[in-house]
Structures are given as structure tokens and as C-alpha cells.
């Protein structure tokens, strides 16, 4: 590694990286610091802005709207992310073989993923409506509800129909990532566990997980950070509701500059939220790095 | 090799530089004034006849250019924001009266009683006072339809009731309801519960939520209560669907249209939806009146034209609102459109909108415009009327779904809209 | 025999799968489908049309200039897709390969960045491009993305993997590290590339909020705001917009059929493995 560092004259690192920093620096660090002004100013977009102090961030510790959302976002994250780093491990491990029609089937599979999120709101509204399909099938074809259950109405279940959407919609990115690894490792350790008379689950258990120890890192890794961003889903779907029951926190970054228009109060929910995914991302950098660099 | 990456670096910058000066020229144009009207979800359908409006203007004002930009429904207020927050609002735009409240709280509206005075008077009165607020109006009245009552007429049958002889009243309508879902298991009504329509739901029943000049709430009250106790009797009965809670027109009229709900109270476009949803339902659909409540009012939903104060041209910007909104372009408009009513007096005595051919689109259009001159906002504009709406709707809502207490959900509500009231 | 029945089962549970992941959109396909008579919202569901009709695709074609707007979005994707490859390869080689001051709070920097959702940053953006004389205008379309912390941390990865040797033979024949990135960093990588294309192309496809509110001009709306016209103000048909999302959709269905195959070497050779 030394030998070849002498060989790099030293301004070339920057200069590859200047096309990024053109790029990153005005719509990512500028707009950043742009956010933290507006969120100690009381900013309407029509009139001047004028000093907030630390007045927009001690209104949020007294909004119950924000507690609300933040604890919707953490339910959200504690909901979406253990289940999509576990199925798609399974649906990876059962399509990475060779047989007929698989390409057919991983496309399939990777389907709902490249569907904008507009065309999926349509289409599971249908599913989650009170004359929908899901009511059907669990009334009329395996009865196990009583009656139909307006899925998006209910303060009980519009978050957790909001969640399944996600799952849904996130199981293909993330098989592919699994898929990835599987195909990585090495088939004489399988070969090996056989010879061993070691049977299918204990090869999973043995052999599978330990060496996707990396993939499944990177996939709680983005996976996370999706739960913690959740946006579309819930605009399209519920809008926030019934009585804000759905609302997360980017939600209400959003719905406090666009419906309220009050630009510095929606700034401090962002800044409180972009601590927070720091801190978690510092964290869970450093947890994925310490593999790298074994 | 240093030399190719510079060059690629400097072949970007420079194509990112001659972009962006074909943009400038764009935005800026030499000799006439150019003003810009921002509609919603007007075209492709309507291309025609607000071109056709454009060029009539420009050329009898040669001063003036007009560009039309079009915005999807849905995204309008957020499309104004942004603009606005760089400086760039439109000068002339279409919008709700509650949107632009908002805007005319923060003074980003001119006001029409100065401006635009001189045809005041050609406007409902009702329609003209929709868009009033802190003694300023912020905008003139372009389009509006009156709610009128959507029926299904073989469901009337299946349980009984006369189909050519619809509700009048809120009352006979919750008979009607009742006996529909008693003998076809269908809903018997819905309204919708999700959004400011609520509000007006109540009023109409009678229940006076503000005190008479709106700066007051008074959720917190025994007839709402038992209001919200009667809603959820319903509900849990199947007599109104669960769905009105969060849903809005929309789902009302895929419902009516799945024959899954007898009545709603719609505007007079969506009988032209059902249409086109299920021919089947459009066949046996009526239309009445909008049934009176004890609260004795008649809603209607008026669309404005505003015009921003940032206007660099607010005479030009304020002359083409006046044009767009006069008596010919309106009638010619509703006319195109066939499912609206102008919002100027007399135009709805035109043959379009009093003689029907007997079909349920015609029926709305003209029990509709025949509403128009007695109908008014239930609600004038408010300050801060979001919030005063969201924590109304969080009460109604939580009242409706939980099982806790009505009224300190609303008395809840009542403070939090008090303190938006004040602010 | 005990095969056979392993094979059939997990055929049937990839079966079931499928129907999972695709079964939403059966409505939305029916719906296409539907003739102008049959009602589209019985309940129970009906998925089989009964009046069976392509005409519905024909009258998107009518209704809005479709093709324009589809090779609006793939100018856009395009344009979109090469600056990503572009920025974020040459971001991830001295991220990856070079040891200079700064490195670890630059590479930070950036891939905190991956965690702003656009909904924060919007209006900021929104001034700054309008500073620029950006607003309708693709290259204003393009560059608040052209380079994501998501495509640089995805290459650097790839880089990571490369031996140290064939770079280091280049470098000491004299060749300079624009050979080193060209003819053997990107060569050896093209699968990540791929990858990262895929992302993209999927991210500029699909983007609704953002040309909303930066194009003004009809002739320059890409797919999913043109779509919005077939939503009247005062008429909805879903078959139409049902017809226009199906068919909106198939490009990219296209896209990735054929690219899938790089696409999972892609991701496994970008170095989650290691």
C-alpha cells in the first residue's frame, strides 16, 4: 500500500473529487445550513424573516404532534426494519439456484421496487379499502374476520397497513443485495457441511448467516435509514391520519412548511431529525467500516 | 492524462453554462409585459378555450402577454410555496378560498376591494364574500358549483321509497338512509368527515361552531356531542361507511358508483365520474336539491383568481383576472367545462343551465346553478383555518373511532383552535 | 422422488410469492383492461374484464403526447444516469485508492449526506436553482442529483476489492491515474456500474416532486407529471389512467430485464462480501 501512495502527486485526490463537491456542496451542505438558519428564525416565505432564537425548538418540546411523530417513526423503524432484513434473506436463499423461469421470477420479485410510489398508493388502496380484495379474502374466502376492516380509517391499523406497503415494496431491493452475497460464497463449505451430514437448516444457521454477516449489515444499515425517512408511503396512502395516528416525522417537516407555512418550525423538526439519523449513521458507520478494514 | 479530466471538468461547466443561459432568456423577455396565470389541472382538457381566452386578451391589450402555466390539482399549494420562496409567484393564479387565505393572512394577495371595485357588483354576493377576510378580499370569484344530492334511485326502490321524489331535508334524508341500509344491507349515506366538509356537516345540522364573527370556537358543546354520538350510532350500524372518516369525495363517488352507497352530497362534475366509472349506476342515478339541515344553509364551493401584491404588473395581472372572470368568458367556460356555474349574476339564466334533457349530468348542472343565488360559504375565510381545522378533524376523529370521552376530546380542540384563532 | 416434491414445493412458494409482489397491480391492469360499460368498482372485485379492450392504451395516445413525454424522461434518465456513473466513480477512486488529508471526515461528510431526506432540503434547493436560471430547464432537473453519497459509498466499495498490484504496475510505467481509473478501476467494476445505472435510471423515472416544481413548460414535463393530465379537474377515468400507468411502467420493466444479470454481480462484487 506505502509504495503505491508516493506514486500520486498530491492535489490529484481533490481534483477527482471536485465534480462531487460541485454537486454536493450547493445541494446538500448549503441547502443543510440553510435549514439550521431558518429553524431559529420565525420564517413565513411572504414576509421577512425575523430572529427566532431557540423559540421554534422549545415549541416542539411542547407540541404532543411531534412527540407523536417521532414515537410513530420509531415504531416504524422497530416494524419495517427486522422484517426486511430477515424475509429477503429467505426469498434470496430460495431463488439463488439455477433452475428454469428464475430470471423470470426475480424480475417478478423485484417488480414492486420499480414501481413509483404513486401507481402503488393506487394499488393498494384498492387492496386496503372496505369493499377491497384483502376484506374479501378475509371475509368471504378465508373467514377469518368477522366483518371488513377499513384498514387506512382505524387508528389501530393505519400505520401498521402503511408499514406492510413498505415491506412489500422493499423485499426485491433488498433480496438483490442478499443475492449478491449468496452467490459470493464459497460451495465447498456447503460441500464440506454435507460430507459433515449437517442438514439444510443447520447449513443456514452455520454457514449461510455467518458468511452474510456483511450483507445483512449493509441491508439493516439502508433499511433503516429508509424507516426513518418514510414519506411517500404515508402522504400517499393515509396522509398523515386518522387524527395524525400516521404521521412521521418527515411528515411533519413537510406538512408544517407546506400546509402551515411556517418554514422555521418545520426547519427544527428537521434538525432534530437529521441529529438523529447522524447519530445513527456515525454509529452504524463505524460498526460497517471495522468489517472493511479486517 | 491530468489534462483529459480538466477538459471533461470544463466541458461540463461549459454545457452547464450555455443550459443555463438558454433558461435566462427564456425567463426574461424584452418589450411587452408579461404576466404569468397558473391554473389547476386545466389542461389538456381545456387548452382551447383558455388559449382562445389568452389571445382575445392579449389582442385587445397589445401591452400585455400572458403565459399560462398549469399545475396539477393536488399540487398547487405546494407549487406556490416554492415558487414564492424564490421570489417567483405567479402574478395571477387559481385557487381555493382557503388556500389563499392563507396567503392573504400574510399579505400576499392584492386586495380586490381596492383593485377591482368597479365589478364588484356582477358577482353573487355570496360568491364575492367567499373570499373575504380582515376587510380585504383577496380575490375574484371565478367558478363554483353547489353540492347537489347524488341518489341511487334503485336502491330507493329496493327499500320502498319513492325514487323520483328525493329528501329535502337533512331529516327525510336520515329516514331515507336508515330504511336503505335496514332493507339492502347499503350504506345509507355518506358524507365526508375528513376534511373542512365536517365542519359545514355540523352546521348545517344547526350546531354554531364559531361565535358570528369566527374569532371564537365553541366545539366544546352538548349538540356536537350528541351530533358525534348520532354520526357514530350510524356508523356503527352501517348506515354511514367507516370510510367518511378518511376518505374524501373521491372514494364517495367510487362508491356510489360500486352501488355501494345510496346517497352523497357531490358536486355537479361528478355526476359526469360516476358516468364513466359504471354506466350500470349513471343509469339509475338521481339528483336533487341539496337537503336542508336545521341549520337552513345552502353550501356552496367557490374557485377564485387571485392576484399576487409581489406582481412586478398588478395592473396588467389584475386587468386579466377581471377578464378571465367576466360574464362571456365565464359562461363560455362553464359551457366547455359542463359542470360548473359562474359565479356572475344572470349567466346562469342562459338555456345551458335551465333546461335539462333529463340526464342525471344535466339534472346536477341545473339544480345547481338554480341553488347558486341563496347559497353561501359556510365558512369565510379564518384565521389560521389549518390548524383550527386539524384539531376539529382530531377531535370528530378520535371521538368517532376510540371509545373515550367526546367532550374533553373537543374541549381539547376548542383550545388548541382558540389559540390559533388568537395568534 | 423426495427431490421432485422439495422442486414442486418450492416452485409453488415462488408461485405464491409472485403473486404477492404482482397481485396489487391487478386491479390497476384489469382496470386498463375494462370497457367503457362495465362498472369499475363492484364489490366483490371483478378482475376477468368482461368487455375485453385494448382501446384504452390507444386513448392515452389521444389524450396526451405520450411519446414526448416518455422520451422527455429518457433524455432525463440518460442525462441522469451518465453524470451519477460519472461523478460518483471518480469521487469513490481517491476514497478508495489514495491516502491524503482529510480523507476520513471528507468520506463522513459525504455519506452523511445519505441521510437528508429531499422533503427538508427542498426549498433551499428550489432558491439555489432558481438563482442559477436553472427552473425549467433539464440540467436544473439533474444536477440537485447527479451524484448521490449512496453511488460513491456503492463504487468505493467495488474499488476496495481491486488488488493493489495492477494498479500499482500502471502507475510505476508511468502511466498516470486517469489510466489507472479508466483502464482498470471502471473496466473492473462495469457489474457496480450497472448496478448503480439501475438505481438511477429507477430514482430519475420516477421522480414526481421535483419536476413538478421546477418545469413550467407542457413540452418539457416527463412521464409521471404528464400522466397527471389524464386526471381532469372535472372528469376522472380510471381506465384511462390506469391504461397510462401501465404502459408508463413497462420501459423500465424493459430496463431492468435486460440489465439484471450485471445487476446481481453488481451488488456482489461491490464489496459487501468482504
Known amino acids: 500500500m506505502s509504495e503505491k501512495l508516493r506514486l500520486y502527486k498530491p492535489y490529484t485526490p481533490y481534483l477527482y473529487l471536485l465534480p462531487a463537491a460541485m454537486i454536493l456542496i450547493p445541494f446538500v451542505f448549503v441547502a443543510l445550513v440553510q435549514v439550521f438558519i431558518y429553524s431559529v428564525q420565525h420564517y413565513n416565505i411572504f414576509t421577512p424573516a425575523r430572529w427566532a432564537g431557540a423559540s421554534n425548538y422549545l415549541a416542539l418540546i411542547q407540541d404532543r404532534k411531534f412527540w407523536d411523530a417521532l414515537q410513530n417513526t420509531v415504531k416504524y423503524f422497530l416494524g419495517v426494519v427486522p422484517l426486511l432484513v430477515i424475509i429477503p434473506l429467505f426469498i434470496a436463499v430460495l431463488i439463488n439456484r439455477e433452475w428454469k423461469g428464475i430470471n423470470f421470477f426475480r424480475a417478478v420479485f423485484y417488480f414492486p421496487v420499480i414501481t413509483s410510489m404513486v401507481v402503488v398508493g393506487i394499488a393498494w388502496k384498492w387492496i386496503y379499502a372496505e369493499n377491497g380484495i384483502l376484506n374479501y379474502i378475509l371475509t368471504d374466502f378465508i373467514p377469518v374476520l368477522g366483518e371488513p376492516v377499513n384498514w387506512l380509517a382505524q387508528g389501530s391499523t393505519a400505520l401498521g397497513s402503511v408499514m406492510v406497503v413498505t415491506i412489500w415494496k422493499g423485499l426485491g431491493y433488498y433480496m438483490i443485495i442478499y443475492l449478491a452475497g449468496l452467490q459470493s460464497i464459497p460451495a465447498h463449505l456447503y460441500e464440506a457441511a454435507q460430507i459433515d451430514g449437517a442438514g439444510r437448516i443447520r447449513q443456514l444457521l452455520h454457514i449461510t448467516v455467518p458468511m452474510l454477516l456483511p450483507s445483512i449489515s449493509i441491508v439493516t444499515i439502508m433499511s433503516s435509514m429508509a424507516a426513518m425517512k418514510v414519506f411517500d408511503e404515508i402522504y400517499v396512502m393515509t396522509g398523515g391520519g386518522p387524527y395524525g395516528s400516521s404521521r412521521t416525522l418527515v411528515f411533519e417537516v413537510y406538512y408544517n412548511a407546506f400546509e402551515k407555512i411556517k418554514i422555521g418550525y418545520s426547519s427544527a423538526i428537521a434538525v432534530v431529525l437529521f441529529f438523529i439519523l447522524l447519530i445513527f449513521s456515525w454509529l452504524s458507520l463505524r460498526f460497517s467500516e471495522n468489517k472493511y478494514e479486517k | ?423 | 422422488m423426495k427431490n421432485r416434491i422439495e422442486k414442486t414445493i418450492l416452485y409453488l412458494l415462488m408461485i405464491i410469492l409472485a403473486v404477492i409482489s404482482i397481485g396489487p397491480f391487478s386491479w390497476l391492469i384489469s382496470t386498463a383492461l375494462k370497457g367503457q360499460g362495465e362498472n369499475l368498482f363492484l364489490y366483490p372485485p371483478r378482475l376477468i374484464p368482461e368487455d375485453f379492450t385494448l382501446v384504452n392504451f390507444a386513448r392515452v395516445f389521444d389524450s396526451i403526447p405520450f411519446l414526448t413525454y416518455m422520451s422527455n424522461s429518457a433524455i432525463v434518465a440518460v442525462f441522469s444516469v451518465s453524470l451519477n456513473l460519472l461523478i460518483s466513480a471518480m469521487a469513490a477512486y481517491p476514497l478508495a485508492r489514495m491516502r491524503f488529508k482529510g480523507k476520513k471526515p471528507i468520506f463522513f461528510a459525504i455519506l452523511s449526506t445519505m441521510m437528508i431526506p429531499f422533503q427538508v432540503t427542498m426549498i433551499p434547493i428550489f432558491i439555489i436553482i432558481t438563482r442559477l436560471g436553472l427552473k425549467n430547464n433539464y440540467l436544473g432537473l439533474v444536477l440537485p442529483t447527479a451524484v448521490t453519497a449512496f453511488g460513491i459509498f456503492l463504487i468505493r466499495q467495488a474499488f476496495l476489492a481491486i488488488p493493489d498490484s495492477l494498479e500499482e504496475a500502471t502507475l510505476i510505467d508511468g502511466g498516470g491515474s486517469w489510466l489507472v481509473f479508466t483502464k482498470i478501476l471502471l473496466p473492473l467494476s462495469k457489474p457496480t456500474l450497472a448496478a448503480l445505472a439501475i438505481f438511477s435510471f429507477i430514482n430519475s423515472w420516477g421522480n414526481f416532486l421535483w419536476p413538478l416544481l421546477i418545469l413550467d413548460s407542457k413540452e418539457m414535463f416527463t412521464l409521471p407529471l404528464g400522466l397527471q393530465d389524464l386526471q381532469g379537474t372535472f372528469t376522472n377515468d380510471w381506465r384511462l389512467i390506469a391504461s397510462g400507468t401501465v404502459l408508463s411502467v413497462i420501459p423500465v420493466l424493459i430496463f431492468f430485464l435486460f440489465t439484471q444479470k450485471y445487476f446481481v454481480q453488481g451488488v456482489s462484487s461491490s464489496g459487501i462480501k468482504e
Open chain 2, 1 to 423: 492524462m491530468k489534462k483529459i479530466l480538466l477538459t471533461m471538468i470544463s466541458l461540463f461547466m461549459a454545457a452547464a453554462a450555455v443550459m443555463a443561459s438558454g433558461a435566462q432568456e427564456e425567463s426574461k423577455p424584452a418589450g411587452p409585459v408579461e404576466v404569468e396565470f397558473w391554473t389547476m389541472q386545466l389542461s389538456p382538457t381545456f387548452d382551447d378555450y383558455i388559449n382562445g381566452a389568452i389571445a382575445a386578451f392579449e389582442s385587445e391589450n397589445p401591452g400585455i402577454k400572458v403565459k399560462w402555466v398549469d399545475v396539477p390539482w393536488g399540487d398547487m399549494e405546494t407549487r406556490i410555496l416554492t415558487a414564492a420562496s424564490s421570489g417567483d409567484m405567479p402574478d395571477i393564479a387559481n385557487m381555493n378560498p382557503h388556500f389563499a387565505q392563507k396567503l392573504a393572512q400574510l399579505d400576499a394577495l392584492l386586495d380586490m376591494e381596492e383593485w377591482a371595485s368597479d365589478v364588484k357588483d356582477q358577482y353573487f354576493r355570496g360568491s364575492w364574500d367567499a373570499n373575504k377576510f380582515g376587510g380585504k378580499t383577496f380575490g375574484l370569484p371565478w367558478y363554483l358549483t353547489t353540492p347537489v344530492l347524488f341518489y341511487n334511485k334503485a336502491l330507493f326502490e329496493a327499500a320502498g321509497l319513492d325514487p323520483e321524489n328525493p329528501p329535502g331535508t337533512y331529516e327525510e334524508m336520515f329516514a331515507a338512509a336508515e330504511k336503505i341500509t335496514k332493507a339492502t344491507g347499503k350504506y345509507g349515506y355518506m358524507p365526508v368527515l375528513s376534511n373542512h366538509a365536517a365542519m359545514e356537516e355540523m352546521e348545517k345540522a344547526g350546531i354554531r361552531l364559531f361565535n358570528s364573527d369566527f374569532t371564537k370556537a365553541r366545539f366544546a358543546q352538548d349538540e356536537v356531542v350528541s351530533f358525534v354520538d348520532e354520526y357514530k350510532d350510524m356508523i356503527d350500524r352501517k348506515v354511514i361507511p367507516v370510510q367518511a372518516l378518511n376518505e374524501g369525495t373521491g372514494t364517495a363517488i367510487q362508491m356510489f358508483s360500486a352501488g355501494e352507497i345510496a346517497m352523497f352530497n357531490g358536486g355537479t362534475s361528478h355526476a359526469g365520474m360516476i358516468k364513466s366509472n359504471s354506466e350500470d349506476i349513471y343509469s339509475v342515478t338521481g339528483i336533487g336539491a341539496q337537503p336542508v339541515g336545521p341549520g337552513g344553509k345552502t353550501n356552496v364551493a367557490v374557485m377564485n383568481v387571485a392576484v399576487a401584491a409581489s406582481s412586478p404588473y398588478p395592473e396588467e395581472a389584475v386587468k386579466f383576472a377581471k377578464f378571465i372572470t367576466n360574464g362571456a368568458n365565464q359562461v363560455e367556460f362553464s359551457i366547455a367545462a359542463g359542470a360548473i356555474v359562474p359565479s356572475i349574476a344572470g349567466a346562469e339564466k342562459s338555456e345551458f343551465f335551465t333546461v335539462s334533457d333529463g340526464t342525471p349530468v344535466a339534472d346536477a348542472r341545473i339544480i345547481s346553478a338554480a341553488q347558486v343565488k341563496d347559497a353561501q360559504v359556510i365558512f369565510p375565510p379564518i384565521t389560521n383555518f389549518s390548524d383550527v381545522r386539524d384539531s376539529f378533524l382530531d377531535a370528530l376523529q378520535r371521538s368517532l373511532l376510540e371509545d373515550g370521552d367526546i367532550m374533553s376530546n373537543f374541549k381539547t380542540a376548542e383550545a388548541e383552535a382558540n389559540a390559533a384563532l388568537a395568534e
